[in-house]
């Protein structure tokens, strides 16, 4: 079975750091792009980025540019979103999910994040 | 980048009722188009993909059209399962955005 599985639940202060992982299972990892949307308490999907585990080309949406670092570890089948110094805006579930082509066919449960101090 | 919009943005419906979400593009995305279903509390799942291709294991109630600018996402006859938001997202060019959402409620 194709599976993505989220790490856990993160509750974070302003300014710190944070990485949350994306492990996929039962497929080739390194033969799908793999992607991460945002979505922020009661509001709609946005897509932040997408990253090819087999040589790890990433490309981001303008808006998340330089807001935030997506990166694999092909050796573990692990994805990684990653943020230096956290917003209490970066506050949503964040989620990955295996590119087929272009489209999402498989998501993650996500991953709460919530900054607050 | 390219602004989809989906309108309406709740709907009311009936079970048994047959519905349409239509989804519109700020510029042409040919037939790369893909629906999307999330339920509270849920991660959103594949419906349809390539304007019209329906995702194995999607109940064939569900259908997708439209091509260039105009799309719709068609329930042929709602189940109580079917309440849901519905996304539409375009993987034309980068960055593959999203509509805003349409939220389908029991009348």
């Given at each position: 079975e194709v599976q993505l599985v989220q790490s856990g639940a993160e509750v974070k202060k302003p300014g710190?750091?944070?990485?949350?992982?994306?492990?996929?299972?039962?497929?080739?990892?390194?033969?799908?792009?793999?992607?991460?949307?945002?979505?922020?308490?009661?509001?709609g999907l946005e897509w932040m980025g997408i990253i090819y585990p087999g040589d790890s080309d990433t490309r981001y949406s303008p808006s998340f540019q330089g807001q935030v670092t997506i990166s694999a570890?092909?050796?573990?089948?692990?994805?990684?979103?990653?943020?230096?110094?956290?917003?209490?805006?970066?506050?949503?579930?964040?989620?990955?999910?295996?590119?087929?082509?272009?489209?999402?066919?498989?998501w993650g449960k996500g991953t709460t994040v919530t900054v607050s101090s | 980048d390219i602004q989809m919009t989906q309108s309406p943005s709740t709907l009311s419906a009936s079970v048994g009722d047959r519905v349409t979400i239509t989804c519109r593009a700020s510029q042409s995305i040919s037939r790369w188009l893909?629906?999307?279903?999330?339920?509270?509390?849920?991660?959103p799942k594949l419906l349809i993909y390539k304007a019209s291709s329906l995702e194995s294991g999607v109940p064939s109630r569900f259908s997708g059209s439209g091509s260039g600018t105009e799309f719709t996402l068609t329930i042929s006859s709602l189940q109580p399962d079917d309440f849901a938001t519905y996304h539409c997202q375009q993987y034309n060019s980068y960055p593959y955005t999203f509509g805003q959402g349409t939220k389908l409620e029991i009348k």
């Open positions: 710190e750091s944070l990485k949350i992982s994306c492990k996929g299972s039962g497929y080739s990892f390194t033969s799908y792009w793999i992607g991460w949307v945002r979505q922020m308490p009661g509001k570890d092909k050796s573990i089948s692990t994805a990684y979103l990653q943020w230096s110094s956290l917003k209490a805006s970066d506050t949503a579930m964040y989620y990955c999910a295996r590119l087929e082509g272009y489209y999402m066919d498989v | 893909a629906w999307y279903q999330q339920k509270p509390g849920k991660a």
